[in-house]
């Protein structure tokens, strides 16, 4: 549970309270009342909360230290950036920053997200049963609101079951964009390290200079696959063996599927491997929906270039009872999220601040000097 404490030093800063929170001390603002702890990670500590002024019931995330890794700090003020723009049912919402006392000092962030109830991992992995509707349903939102990431320029890269929040009402957002980058025209990517390796497109695991919209569909592929059995399609050990499972499965590729990828030892390991006829997907998922598995045989194809795309998988059959195209988002403005990878630690925090100015207008120059 929260326990509320006395501040550190005895020394009480203006609009602050504290509590301890699985023994991390958390500073935050009057108005929010934490409730307990709900999640524990790399990324930090998340508790429930109630904000006094509205009734409404948030999740509140600590990350602490957020500038002793350069990468981690670069992934936080990305989400930042992107989270102020988006704003659809199925992505979730930031719905507060909260200002830190000390402007050139600070060391903690804390996030306020609207609240929601589980994870879709937490549910797979659950007893409880899973219709062909709950499966249907969730993909539909996932479909949504990864639409409206791509028509915004927006690549998420980590899509996971984690990375799903899911309410009681079965209601889906998409989470975590600390990976997301935006996408230019000329289709000029860099390969870092991007999605969990379970989830990961072939190309990326094949170290391929270029990738577009389709390594999230790949993704969504995987995640409707464990919907359907409830358990990982592609379990991979390490990235080889992730390659050898996909193979198992799928089924070896001819010279003409394997033309995309431009890494000449990728090329020869994938043509190493031994020769699989395949596993076919109404015999991995024989309750499945005749639907189901052909959209999702659509959506795990080897070659990006013939997989099928966000807005083809919303008009596919499986979703006609679900998708109208009329409800898509009339017009979405292309995001900006470049961030220049070398920023040093106090040029990130200024700019965090400037991200958390936005939700604050009522703080003045004046005020953001007497904070410095």
């Known amino acids: 549970m929260a326990t509320p404490v006395e501040p550190p030093n005895g020394i009480r800063n203006e609009g602050k309270h504290y509590y301890s929170i699985w023994q991390s001390l958390f500073e935050i603002d009057t108005k929010y009342v934490p409730i307990k702890p ?4 790399s990324y930090g500590i998340v508790c429930s909360s109630v904000n006094r002024e509205t009734n409404e019931k948030v999740a509140i995330k600590k990350i602490q230290n957020a500038f002793e890794n350069h990468i981690d700090a670069l992934r936080t003020l990305r989400e930042l950036k992107l989270l102020r723009h988006i704003q659809h049912e199925n992505v979730i919402a930031l719905k507060d920053i909260m200002m830190p006392v ?3 000092s600070f060391k903690d962030v804390y996030l306020v997200y609207e609240l929601m109830d589980t994870d879709l ?7 409880q049963a899973l219709s062909d509707d709950h499966c249907q349903y969730f993909l539909f939102q996932l479909l949504q609101g990864l639409k409206y990431l791509h028509l915004a320029n927006i690549l998420h890269r980590d899509l996971k079951p984690g990375n799903l929040l899911i309410n009681a009402n079965c209601d889906l957002k998409i989470c975590d964009f600390g990976l997301a980058r935006t996408y230019a025209s000329n289709n000029e990517f860099m390969t870092e390290y991007v999605v969990t390796r379970w989830y990961r497109a072939p190309e990326l695991l094949l170290c391929c200079d270029n990738y577009g919209t389709s390594i999230d569909v790949w993704s969504v592929g995987c995640i409707f696959a464990e919907l359907l059995g409830r358990k990982p399609i592609f379990p991979g050990s390490d990235c080889l063996n992730q390659l050898y499972q996909i193979i198992n499965i799928l089924g070896s590729q001819g010279e003409e599927d394997l033309e995309f990828i431009d890494n000449p030892k990728s090329n020869k390991y994938i043509k190493s491997l031994p020769y ?3 596993i076919p997907f109404p015999r991995l998922y024989p309750n499945a929906h005749p639907l189901a598995i052909d ?3 659509k959506m795990l194809v080897f070659d990006p270039s013939k997989r099928i795309s966000v807005t083809e998988a919303l008009e596919h059959p499986y979703m006609v009872s679900l998708y109208d195209p009329n409800s898509d988002p009339s017009a979405i403005i292309p995001i900006d999220l470049d961030i220049d990878e070398h920023l040093c630690e106090e040029k990130i925090r200024e700019v965090m601040w400037t991200e958390m100015l936005h939700y604050h207008p009522e703080s003045t120059v004046m005020n953001a000097k007497l904070c410095s």
């Open 38 to 41: 709900i999640g524990r990670g």
């Open 295 to 297: 959209l999702l045989a």
């Open 276 to 278: 699989s006829p395949g």
């Open 121 to 127: 991992h937490h549910i797979i992995t659950s007893s």
């Open 102 to 104: 000390h402007r050139r």
